[in-house]
C-alpha cells in the first residue's frame, strides 16, 4: 500500500511521523516566547534602524 515491503521502510515512516509530531508540539509549546533581552539593546537597535533609514534617504 505504501510501499511497506520492509520493516525498515515502516519505521523510516513511524519515525518521521513522531519528529514531525515533535516539532510541531515544540512549535506550540514555544510559539510566543520572547528572547533573552539585553538591558540596552533595544536602544541600540533603534538608533541602528534609524541610522539605516538615514542613509537609505541618501540614496534615493
Known amino acids: 500500500m505504501f510501499g511497506l515491503t520492509d520493516s525498515t521502510i515502516s519505521l523510516v515512516y513511524a519515525l518521521n511521523i513522531a519528529s514531525v509530531l515533535l516539532c510541531v508540539g515544540y512549535g506550540i509549546a514555544f510559539w510566543n516566547k520572547g528572547g ?3 538591558p540596552g539593546e533595544q536602544e541600540e537597535d533603534k538608533k541602528w534602524v534609524k541610522d539605516e533609514i538615514e542613509l ?3 540614496f534615493e
Open 36 to 38: 533573552n533581552v539585553i
Open 56 to 58: 537609505e534617504k541618501d
